[in-house]
C-alpha cells in the first residue's frame, strides 16, 4: 500500500505562486512514477503534470506550461508541484497520483485510470 498525502495549498491572489507538496508512505517511493492532476467544480479530472519514477521526464498540459515545475526528491519520498503566475482559472482540488513502474523509469503516465494511488486532494483558490 501506498499513502499520499498533499499540502500546500491555499487561497491566493492571480498571479502569486504556491508549491503543492505530495509526501509518500509505505512502498518505496522511488519506484513510482509519480502525476499531478486537478478538477474544478462542475469539470472533469484533468492531467496537470507527470514526471517519471527518476524524474527525468516530465509532462506538462498545455494549460500550464512555462508557469508550473514538477519535480521529486526520491530521498524525501516527496513530490513537488511550483505553480508559477497562477490564474483563476487554476482553482481546482489538486491531486497527486503513484503508479508503479518497476520496468519503465523513463515513462510518465498522463491518463488517471493508470495510476494506482490518490491522494485526498489539496484546494487551491486563485482569486483575480
Known amino acids: 500500500q501506498v499513502q499520499l498525502v498533499e499540502s500546500g495549498g491555499g487561497l491566493v491572489q492571480a498571479g502569486n505562486s504556491l508549491r503543492l507538496s505530495c509526501t509518500s508512505s509505505?512502498?518505496?517511493?522511488?519506484?513510482?512514477?509519480m502525476g499531478w492532476f486537478r478538477q474544478a467544480p462542475g469539470k472533469e479530472r484533468e492531467s496537470v503534470s507527470a514526471?517519471?519514477?527518476?524524474?527525468?521526464?516530465?509532462y506538462y498540459a498545455d494549460s500550464v506550461k512555462g508557469r508550473f515545475t514538477i519535480s521529486r526528491d526520491n530521498a524525501k519520498n516527496t513530490m513537488y508541484l511550483q505553480m508559477n503566475s497562477l490564474k483563476p482559472e487554476d482553482t481546482a482540488v489538486y491531486y497527486c497520483?503513484?503508479?508503479?513502474?518497476?520496468?519503465?523509469?523513463?515513462?510518465?503516465?498522463?491518463?488517471?485510470?493508470?495510476?494506482?494511488?490518490w491522494g485526498q486532494g489539496t484546494q487551491v483558490t486563485v482569486s483575480s
Open positions: 497520483a503513484a503508479k508503479a513502474s518497476i520496468h519503465r523509469f523513463e515513462s510518465y503516465f498522463t491518463d488517471g485510470y493508470e495510476y494506482e494511488y
Open positions: 514526471i517519471s519514477v527518476r524524474g527525468g521526464n516530465t
Open positions: 509505505g512502498r518505496t517511493f522511488s519506484l513510482f512514477a
